[in-house]
């Protein structure tokens, strides 16, 4: 099967799915700034008034002008365009647009190529997406979730299998996003989503004609597709339609069109789902008879937990009763990491193994770090060209990985999420180490050890920031609970937010408090606190 792309280097425009690449990577786009960006592609030779614009893409839909500037700023920062000095979109004031990077037409190949970097470490995970498609394909409706923390590569792994798929020949596939709502969500949005894509496709004809037929109350929801004589008899079609009643048009739908062929339904960033699509998808699942469908879901389960979601009861349930399979990403081993960057950096003079150990170190294998770190030593230089080889332009030893800004905002983000005491219990801890006992909190903080235990024994339940590491007997005779940061990274971005004078002082207090259990006959204290003594500025 070959299909046509718009490529304008270094992206690929996929018409059939919906999707632009940068080399093997997706680039996220909405539904609505992909059309945008769509028909700018395919008009390149000429400028596209705001006018044509909502005319193409809305009809007989009043929508204010001022949405399109909106989708054009999502745009450049997907491409990474400069309005000033613009190298994809160039806007001409009051009047419209112009794409203006050379576009040619590409063929994508009959079977699909990865790149190893773009699944590295996923390769089983990949594999038994392709068993569960080949399920669906016979008919075995499949309700797949692949589970795992920020950043482990959930996305990366499904949009390798989205690309992989997108070969298989008579499938349809379609994707929709939860989206984190602060004013409240809107119901069936990733659903409605999908449906849009669907509808909007080649045979989006088949679609429509089939939701006019099996699900009224979905087809309202898209009114440039009702004619006008259609419209006031749906009107009283589906006037006091109830949730119940949409769920089950759907799954009407969804059971007919996948008796014609094979679809494929990806929904991201289930942790923020709407209870409305929540409904929906139990449904799907529960469903008893045959359907070449394959629904599939991605979430964080710590933001699930965070969220009291019913996600998380409905998915226990429906894996009971074997209606749906979880793939659970874990992290990446340090075989993976030296994978990657043997991928990365074909011609190299470096020792990839060495390399691979000190990035695993301090990215805890978590992949979207990993990219992180090797990605600012590139920035800073520290892996460089040199005489056609990547090479490291700094010993290895003296390599200390900085945490690149974008991992700072999101650690940032998680970070502000948690209550006060359990931000102040953080930032001490990371003053402690990457490993840390409750006893040395306590010493820095005016709280009770015991609400200290409590808020670090909470934090790790929820796998936010730490996690449990035993109870350990101090050099006292004492027992304490001890904690470690699920990531290094973590550690060092909290421990940097202090402030000189308050990191200074919660060194001296807890390098006073140590003090206190070092004697002649127990000196394995030495080195830690030569390490707080110095950090609070007492040198002698």
């Not at 400069?82 to 203006?100: L, N, V």
């Not at 965070?306 to 340090?334: F, N, T, Y």
Request: charged fraction near 25%; aromatic fraction near 8%.
């Amino acid at each position: 099967m070959v299909r046509q792309m718009k490529a304008f280097q270094p992206f690929r425009l996929d018409t059939v799915n919906h999707c632009l690449w940068r080399a093997e990577e997706r680039v996220p786009l909405t539904p609505k700034a992909f059309d945008v960006l769509r028909y700018l592609v395919e008009h390149a030779e000429r400028l596209v008034t705001q006018d044509e614009i909502l005319e193409a893409l809305w009809p007989k839909t009043y929508v204010n002008p001022e949405v399109i500037k909106q989708y054009i700023r999502g745009i450049r920062k997907a491409l990474g365009d400069d309005p000033e000095k613009p190298a994809y979109i160039e806007t001409f004031p009051r009047r419209g647009y112009q794409f203006i990077a050379p576009v040619s037409d590409e063929s994508a190949a009959s079977s699909p190529s990865f790149s190893s970097k773009g699944i590295v470490g996923r390769k089983t995970a990949l594999a038994e997406l392709g068993a569960c498609l080949a399920s669906a394909l016979r008919g075995q409706r499949q309700l797949v979730f692949v589970t795992g923390e920020a950043g482990i590569g959930k996305t990366t792994l499904v949009d390798a299998f989205h690309q992989q798929a997108s070969f298989q020949r008579n499938l349809r596939i379609a994707r929709g996003h939860c989206v984190e709502g602060f004013g409240g969500k809107e119901a069936y949005y990733p659903m409605l989503e999908a449906l849009g894509q669907l509808v909007r496709d080649s045979d989006g004809g088949r679609v429509t004609q089939t939701l006019a037929k099996r699900a009224p109350t979905w087809l309202s929801q898209f009114p440039s597709l009702i004619k006008a004589e259609q419209r006031e008899a749906l009107q009283k079609d589906i006037l006091g339609a109830t949730r119940e009643r949409m769920v089950r048009e759907i799954c009407d739908a969804l059971d007919a069109l996948t008796s014609e062929s094979p679809l494929i339904l990806i929904f991201d960033d289930l942790h923020w789902v709407d209870p409305s699509t929540l409904d929906l998808v139990s449904a799907v699942a529960r469903r008893r008879g045959p359907a070449k469908l394959l629904l599939l879901g991605t979430y964080r389960p710590t933001d699930v937990i965070i969220s009291q979601s019913p996600l998380k009861a409905l998915k226990q349930d429906l894996l009971v009763h074997k209606l749906c399979r979880e793939i659970a990403l874990e992290r990446l081993e340090e075989s993976d990491v030296a994978e990657y960057l043997t991928a990365e950096f074909a011609e190299r003079s470096f020792d990839t193994a060495a390399l691979a150990n000190l990035v695993h170190r301090h990215s805890g294998g978590n992949a979207l770090f990993m990219v992180g770190i090797v990605q600012s030593m590139l920035k800073k230089g520290v892996i460089a060209q040199l005489q056609g080889k990547w090479a490291l332009t700094v010993q290895l030893e003296k390599i200390a990985p900085a945490v690149p800004e974008t991992l700072q905002q999101l650690i940032q983000v998680q970070f502000e999420q948690l209550s006060t005491s359990e931000q102040g219990i953080l930032r001490s801890a990371s003053v402690a180490g990457d490993r840390f006992s409750v006893w040395a909190v306590t010493g820095a903080l005016e709280i009770e050890s015991s609400r200290i235990e409590d808020a670090c024994e909470g934090l790790a339940e929820k796998q936010q920031f730490i996690k449990a590491a035993g109870i350990h007997e101090l050099a006292n005779g004492e027992f304490s609970a001890h904690y470690e940061f699920r990531h290094s990274l973590y550690r060092e971005v909290l421990y940097r937010q202090l402030s000189d004078v308050n990191r200074s002082k919660l060194h001296r207090l807890l390098g006073q408090r140590l003090k206190k259990l070092c004697t002649s006959s127990k000196p394995e204290l030495a080195t830690e606190l030569a390490v707080h003594f110095e950090g609070g500025r007492e040198y002698d």
